[in-house]
């Protein structure tokens, strides 16, 4: 099978350099020179038209003449010739290539990207990149790449689409004290890409935690179907989060969209924790590689200052790891060694005169409580103890309380002497940051690792009673009308079928029609235009509320009409639609994009004209089993308004939650027709009164 290679080729036994260079300083030259610095100790077999000796290794004219099985060839020679090595490869066996060259699909030139992997298909090897750095491993002492030297030994393998990156973050490993176990540069991805790589790193022993920087995920349900089933943590940063792709999209869901909010909730669908920058990576993917996930929500600060303490406690609340004070008992325990001017509560403060000897006992009684989850530990140097006493301390203390499933994350703050001791920290075992907010970012990291995993422990069921049949058969309809826009009468029958709750409804084309509906209806009505070139009805003056009469039918009939003729003129109107007055409550939107990587994603948020101003929204990837839905309600700025502020009663959140359930299994289900949809407003009453939706709007997939 093709996936076995895999292993052959990021873990070689023996390796072929093809386009190997005589020249010093000229990639080919580098790869070998590399490859003997780094003392691999496989076999290598530089390929060479006509030298005889490089580096003081035999050269081979080619492939065929290696008299040995060859488990993978590095590939640096002109991209035009690419092909032709690789089908040579082919022909000796080898199972996978590392095609460093670049000049294919990053450039354009997509043709000769396939005619490789037709090669690769053809003879059953795999392929990392083109346009790639490398590999570089320390547990393999392996540095089959153009850079040098292999990086500061860590637990952390680093997967990268960015070889530059993987070059710069391979030396400035050494300056954030977090070192890498495997740099894995995959380049343009034409075969080997981000998930076939954490699936096997998942097995590789030295990888405690694994690494991504990512400008684009290709196959997104592959990916996510990947990372839901590594264990150990993994970390990512994606680039290229900012508005621009948002622009031009026609619903409010897309507009609020953007990359930013889908891969988000892609990552969380995934289990993977993302990093809000390159420094944030580094700083959370050590922590991460060296400590216990932080299963409960009770953090402690130990600190030997005020300030610093103070400046964590800012910081906790504001990574989401808010501090509370520690319980009585232990506060109790701490008061018997601790002098009556240390404080207790959590920071706990030992003051300025702390050495180990009250360090040592503090920590340990601090991390074994069971109240305690996880452990910021901060030490400002001054002129008194010696920071690596107190490094060495730590490690004593969480040694001696013989816990090791919560988190010790560290910050020294002051001058070389801390320095030292923080080296000396993460060599035994304990992230430690020259700020105490690193510190602080690192556990916060550790906490939504354990978050993480939690919620994909989770496998509740997905809303299943919606009529498919009913919403296809409405959709087949505007198909065949060349439409890709449904009608607001359309789209509400659609939400119907998978029993969300909209406002009764019927299409007038008269105005006796409009006054025959409204009398069924019951007042009061609201009117609304209903027209295929009209997607903003308000801005059209083709919303008239509140109508309390037959004769105020009557006239908003004509209004709307004519408001709308006059706002385009051009605009196709095919009638009137007359809709039961909903009550007005808190109004919320609800909406849907379906991705192309990552298929259809949920959007809530709080409605209403601000909207987009705002952008009080939250994503999830669909579908939503009920839990998740539950869980979306929190993760809006606005929160709070649904348990009722100032005087107002609690809104309807079980309602709400349903809601967001069966919409989210109606835009699964319907993900090869619907691209865009959304529900805005949404009203949302009190406490058992349930939920309304008075205007929806689905886009359909042009494409098909
Ligand atoms: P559009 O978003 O296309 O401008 P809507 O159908 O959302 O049009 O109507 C505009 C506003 O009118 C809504 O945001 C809502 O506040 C109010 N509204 C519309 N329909 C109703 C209704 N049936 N009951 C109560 N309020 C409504
Ligand atoms: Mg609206």
């Known amino acids: 099978m093709l996936g076995d290679n895999i292993h052959f080729l990021l873990q070689p036994r023996s390796i072929a350099i093809v386009g190997v260079s005589t020249k010093p300083g000229k990639i080919g030259y580098l790869l070998l020179e590399n490859i003997l610095q780094g003392e691999y100790p496989g076999k290598v077999y530089p390929i060479h038209p006509s030298a005889s000796e490089i580096l003081g290794l035999k050269v081979y004219p080619s492939i065929h003449s290696v008299p040995e099985e060859i488990d993978a060839a590095l590939i640096s020679v002109p991209a035009k010739m690419v092909p032709q090595m690789a089908e040579e490869c082919g022909k000796k066996g080898v199972k996978g290539l590392i095609v460093i060259t670049s000049g294919f699909g990053e450039v354009g030139e997509h043709d000769l990207e396939n005619q490789l992997m037709d090669i690769a298909h053809q003879y059953n090897m795999r392929v990392l990149g083109p346009n790639v750095v490398g590999i570089l491993s320390n547990g393999d002492r392996l540095n089959a790449s153009f850079i040098a030297p292999l990086p500061l030994p860590g637990k952390v393998s680093m997967i990268s689409q960015s070889g530059a990156l993987l070059a710069a973050l391979n030396l400035a490993s050494h300056s954030y004290r977090a070192g890498f176990e495997k740099l894995i540069s995959v380049g343009n991805m034409a075969d080997i890409d981000f998930a076939d790589v954490i699936g096997w790193l998942n097995q590789d022993e030295g990888t405690h935690c694994i690494a991504l920087y990512a400008e684009e995920i290709k196959d997104g349900k592959r990916f996510i179907e990947a990372a839901g089933k590594v264990s150990k943590p993994i970390i990512a940063l994606k680039a290229g989060v900012s508005k621009h792709g948002a622009a031009a999209a026609a619903s409010h869901t897309g507009s609020l969209a953007g990359t930013a909010k889908v891969y988000s909730a892609v990552f969380e669908k995934a289990g993977v924790i993302q990093a809000t920058g390159l420094g944030n990576l580094f700083n959370r993917s050590l922590a991460l590689s060296l400590q216990a996930p932080m299963k409960g929500d009770h953090l402690a600060i130990v600190t030997n200052g005020g300030g610093v303490g103070v400046l964590s406690a800012d910081a906790a609340e504001h990574f989401g790891v808010p501090v509370q004070f520690m319980p009585e008992d232990l506060q109790e325990e701490l008061r018997q060694f601790l002098p009556p001017f240390a404080s207790t509560k959590n920071p706990v403060d030992l003051t300025g005169m702390a050495g180990p000897d009250w360090y040592l006992p503090s920590l340990r009684k601090t991390l074994s409580h069971p109240w305690v989850d996880g452990l910021v530990v901060l030490f400002t140097e001054g002129a008194g103890h010696d920071p690596v006493e107190i490094a060495k301390t730590i490690r004593r203390a969480v040694d001696e309380s013989g816990v090791n499933n919560k988190p010790v994350t560290a910050s020294f703050i002051g001058g070389d002497r801390s320095e030292k001791a923080m080296k000396w920290l993460v060599e035994h075992g304990i992230p430690a940051y020259n700020v105490p907010e690193e510190a602080i970012d690192a556990l916060a990291g550790l906490h939504e690792c354990a978050k993480l995993k939690k919620g994909m422990a989770f496998s509740g069921e997905i809303y299943s009673n919606g009529k498919t049949e009913t919403a296809l058969a409405i959709i087949q309809k505007a198909r065949s009308e060349n439409r890709t826009v449904l009608s607001e009468i359309e789209a509400h029958q659609v939400f119907a079928s998978y029993q969300l ?72 109107i095919q009638g009137v639609m007359i809709q039961e007055m909903a ?5 919320i939107i609800l909406g849907s994009v379906n991705d192309p990587a990552f298929g259809p994603a949920i959007m809530f948020g709080m409605g209403g004209i601000f909207v987009e101003v705002l952008r009080d929204v939250t994503f999830k990837i669909a579908p939503l089993t009920l839990e998740q839905s539950n869980q979306m309600l929190d993760e809006i700025r606005g929160a709070a308004l649904l348990d009722g502020v100032r005087g107002e009663a609690p809104r309807d959140r079980q309602a709400l939650a349903e809601v967001l359930f069966r919409y989210s299994s109606l835009v699964y289900d319907l993900a090869e027709e619907i691209s865009e949809s959304d529900a805005n407003p949404a009203f949302v009453y009190e406490e058992g009164q349930g939920v309304r939706i008075v205007d929806a709007r689905i886009l359909l997939n042009s494409n098909k």
Do not use: C
């Open 501 to 572: 709750p909209v406002a009764q409804m019927n299409l007038a084309t008269s105005e006796e029609d409009a006054v025959k509906i409204a009398r069924e209806i019951n007042y009061p009505v609201a009117m609304k235009i209903v027209s295929p070139d009209i997607l903003h009805k308000s801005d059209a003056g083709g919303v008239k509320v509140n109508i309390q009469d037959d004769v105020g039918v009557r006239e908003a009939y004509h209004s709307v009409i004519e408001n709308a003729k006059a706002y385009k003129p051009s605009a196709r």
């Open 583 to 587: 009550q007005s409550g808190l109004e």
